[in-house]
């Protein structure tokens, strides 16, 4: 009963952070509004994480360890979740690298001299090589915003950089008169914040998506009936070279008429369950699509070159098993189940969502920026756990 709950009251707490992150309060009020967000949020976050262990300890007691090493690697990710919006600082940007003077005499290249060209609105030949260097695009503007700091931009809507000179320890204050030994902070303008909502929205909505069929009997069962009748009738539709054609027993049970496959119960039918109708993945890449700011077109398109093409291949996916399964191809039919359904139809799929993947990024570059960015937060605050530890 627990298990089944939790993930409706993540959902209600994703939801109240959202809706308290999205406010813009008065200046005194800023903090606690900030901090409730947060509060829910990670609580959202450690629910999703209960519910979690009550799946890994279901799959184990069945002995599928495949999916439950999933939901254990869902579980640390809504832990580390919850623990980066506790300890994530207001306004606090996510920095992507440094850039020191490098050489001396003639040639040297100072950070002094690139501020030069920054306050001349031109962006430095060097720091767009560190840009490179760095794998991020190179910024094309620069504008002002201080006098040691600067808004670097991109071709690319959003994406945007910050420029900032600090002091290198033991180097004075870093305004440029110690011969350029200062040193040139580069920051995503975005803060870690923003980044761990922008996340925690795609979770709200893949989860709005994905828990009324997995906890909820009625819904659930539909789907998959569904998928089960769409396969049964795709089979006997194409017949892909066996002799016998396959009926389905509601909602989710596959037979072949070839008696003899069932006599004495030796083997069973293919049972169609939740995870054979790919919603895991549908629901995934939905978040990802609506929970990134981009335009509603870019959207639509990114949802029909993904969602449509997952679920038209979940369906080749099924028949391959069951025709693999009740026709025997690698072997007795556990044998022909064991091979197609837990390798072949795996690294299938892990391929097909790798392209799939790959073209959502094409389309909408916002959602790879933002993985990025989640990325570099994550090792953000791993170089930051031993000072956390010892300090």
Same mark, same amino acid.
């Given at each position: 009963?627990?298990?089944?709950?939790?993930?409706?009251?993540?959902?209600?707490?994703?939801?109240? !952070?959202?809706?308290?992150?999205?406010?813009?309060?008065?200046?005194?009020?800023?903090?606690?509004?900030?901090?409730?967000?947060?509060?829910?949020?990670?609580?959202?976050?450690?629910?999703?994480?209960?519910?979690?262990?009550?799946?890994?300890?279901? /799959?184990?007691?069945?002995?599928?360890?495949?999916?439950?090493?999933?939901?254990?690697?869902?579980?640390?990710?809504?832990?580390?979740?919850?623990?980066?919006?506790?300890?994530?600082?207001?306004?606090?940007?996510?920095?992507?690298?440094?850039? $020191?003077?490098?050489?001396?005499?003639?040639?040297?290249?100072?950070?002094?001299?690139?501020?030069?060209?920054?306050?001349?609105?031109?962006?430095?030949?060097?720091? =767009?090589?560190?840009?490179?260097?760095?794998?991020?695009? !190179?910024?094309?503007?620069?504008?002002?915003?201080?006098?040691?700091?600067?808004?670097?931009?991109?071709?690319?809507?959003?994406?945007?950089?910050?420029? $900032?000179?600090?002091?290198?320890?033991?180097?004075?204050?870093?305004?440029?008169?110690?011969?350029?030994?200062?040193?040139?902070?580069?920051? =995503?303008?975005?803060?870690?914040?923003?980044?761990?909502?922008?996340?925690?929205?795609?979770?709200? #909505?893949?989860?709005?998506? /994905?828990?009324?069929?997995?906890?909820?009997?009625?819904?659930?069962?539909?789907?998959?009936?569904?998928?089960?009748?769409?396969?049964?009738?795709?089979?006997?539709?194409?017949?892909?070279?066996?002799?016998?054609?396959?009926?389905?027993?509601?909602?989710?049970?596959?037979?072949?008429?070839?008696?003899?496959?069932?006599?004495?119960?030796?083997?069973?039918?293919?049972?169609?369950?939740?995870?054979?109708?790919?919603?895991?993945?549908?629901?995934?890449?939905?978040?990802?699509?609506?929970?990134?700011?981009?335009?509603? $077109?870019?959207?639509?398109?990114?949802?029909?070159?993904?969602?449509?093409?997952? /679920?038209?291949?979940?369906?080749?996916?099924?028949?391959?098993?069951?025709? !693999?399964?009740?026709?025997?191809?690698?072997?007795?039919?556990?044998?022909?189940?064991?091979?197609?359904?837990?390798?072949?139809?795996?690294?299938?799929?892990?391929?097909?969502?790798? #392209?799939?993947?790959?073209?959502?990024?094409?389309?909408?570059?916002? !959602?790879?920026?933002?993985?990025?960015?989640?990325?570099?937060?994550?090792?953000?605050?791993?170089?930051?756990?031993?000072?956390?530890?010892?300090?």
């Amino acid at each position: 009963m627990l298990k089944s709950i939790l993930p409706f009251i993540a959902i209600l707490l994703f939801l109240i !952070a959202l809706v308290l992150g999205s406010r813009r309060p008065r200046r005194r009020r800023h903090r606690r509004i900030a901090l409730l967000s947060r509060s829910a949020g990670a609580l959202g976050w450690l629910c999703f994480a209960g519910y979690c262990y009550f799946s890994a300890t279901g /799959y184990i007691a069945v002995g599928e360890y495949f999916d439950a090493s999933m939901s254990v690697v869902f579980l640390l990710f809504a832990v580390a979740l919850a623990l980066l919006l506790v300890r994530a600082r207001g306004e606090e940007i996510l920095p992507l690298f440094s850039v $020191r003077a490098t050489g001396v005499g003639v040639g040297a290249v100072g950070v002094s001299e690139m501020s030069d060209e920054l306050v001349r609105g031109m962006v430095p030949d060097r720091l =767009k090589g560190e840009f490179r260097a760095n794998g991020i695009p !190179a910024p094309s503007g620069v504008r002002m915003m201080s006098e040691h700091e600067w808004l670097l931009l991109t071709d690319s809507p959003g994406r945007e950089y910050i420029v $900032r000179i600090e002091a290198q320890p033991g180097n004075g204050d870093g305004d440029g008169d110690d011969g350029g030994d200062g040193m040139m902070m580069i920051y =995503k303008n975005r803060s870690i914040v923003d980044i761990l909502f922008a996340v925690t929205k795609i979770a709200f #909505i893949a989860a709005v998506l /994905y828990f009324p069929f997995s906890e909820v009997t009625a819904i659930g069962d539909g789907l998959i009936y569904a998928t089960a009748k769409i396969t049964t009738l795709m089979l006997n539709h194409l017949n892909w070279g066996t002799s016998t054609s396959v009926y389905l027993v509601p909602p989710s049970y596959i037979y072949t008429t070839e008696r003899a496959f069932h006599e004495y119960e030796l083997y069973k039918p293919i049972e169609i369950i939740l995870a054979c109708t790919a919603i895991q993945s549908i629901v995934l890449f939905s978040g990802l699509i609506f929970g990134v700011e981009s335009s509603l $077109r870019r959207k639509v398109e990114a949802f029909m070159v993904s969602v449509p093409v997952i /679920y038209g291949l979940n369906i080749l996916r099924n028949m391959f098993v069951c025709e !693999a399964y009740f026709g025997g191809w690698f072997g007795s039919p556990p044998e022909s189940f064991y091979i197609a359904h837990g390798v072949i139809a795996r690294i299938g799929v892990f391929i097909s969502l790798v #392209i799939i993947a790959y073209a959502v990024f094409v389309i909408i570059p916002e !959602a790879l920026d933002l993985v990025e960015d989640f990325i570099r937060v994550i090792f953000l605050y791993l170089r930051r756990i031993p000072l956390l530890l010892f300090r």
